[in-house]
């Protein structure tokens, strides 16, 4: 069974740093990516990297979010960061075959 594990959330003030990384189980040359959920919000991109680097992100995150990939590991910096980006964070591994794998989710909080 393929898992993504992730790891790097936390609680940070306003203005604060936090970097998340997910490592999957398998290598794969599907897209990997980062979503959140916020309470009561549904679950949204925040910032998605394909196996040659390419990338894309939410307008929200521009200049301050950088996703970067090595192999099968995903990393998600982000800079700058507001109390709006309080949600929990999911890892994503994209799939040909069926439904998309996904992370267990880590919170990541931020402080006024």
């Known amino acids: 069974q393929v898992q993504l594990v992730e790891s790097g959330g936390g609680l940070v003030q306003a203005g604060g740093s936090l970097r998340l990384s997910c490592t999957a189980s398998?290598?794969?040359?599907?897209?990997m990516g980062w979503y959140r959920q916020a309470p009561g919000k549904q679950r949204e991109l925040v910032a998605v990297i394909t196996s040659r680097g390419g990338t894309a992100y939410a307008n929200s995150v521009k200049g301050r979010f950088t996703i970067s990939r090595d192999n099968n590991t995903v990393y998600l910096q982000m800079n700058s960061l507001k109390p709006e980006d309080t949600a929990i964070y999911y890892c994503n591994l994209g799939r040909n075959d069926g439904p998309d794998y996904w992370g267990q989710g880590t919170q990541v909080t931020v402080s006024s």
């Open positions: 398998i290598f794969s040359p599907n897209n």
